[in-house]
């Protein structure tokens, strides 16, 4: 008897592939939509998601803005299949922030700077 019932092996209750969260929406405290995730920043050795860099603006990747944010501040919401961010757009900007060929060293400093900005510490 072949079993006709598939298994999402992509995703579970507690855990989701890296695959399926880039290109993943991300909201702002106002409901807007800021922009979507584009990639994720992982620990070497630990296996944490660092960081979850959000893509912002452009069209087909150019002049998009990236704003690596601590993964702390995401919060998945199954309503909209997206993440929440206690943030609006303006914060973000006047953030750590890069663009697509100037991709920053990341670094300790670069890190310590990300975490002084939104007031988190890193596991």
Not at 22 to 33: F, I, K, N, S
Not at 51 to 73: I, N, Q, R, T
């Amino acid at each position: 008897m072949e079993n006709t019932q598939t298994t999402d092996r992509t995703e579970t209750h507690d855990t989701i592939s890296s695959e399926k969260v880039d290109g993943t929406a991300v909201y702002g405290r106002d409901g807007d939509q800021i922009g979507s995730v584009h990639h994720l920043m992982i620990g070497k050795r630990d296996g944490q998601v660092r960081h979850a860099v959000v893509s912002y603006g452009g069209f087909l990747g150019m002049g998009e803005d990236y704003f690596p944010l601590p993964w702390s501040e995401l919060t998945y919401d199954e309503r909209r299949g997206g993440y929440i961010v206690d943030r609006d757009i303006a914060q973000l900007k006047d953030g750590p922030r890069y663009q697509r060929d100037r991709e920053p060293s990341w670094d300790r400093s670069y890190d310590d700077q990300l975490t002084s900005y939104y007031g988190v510490r890193l596991m």
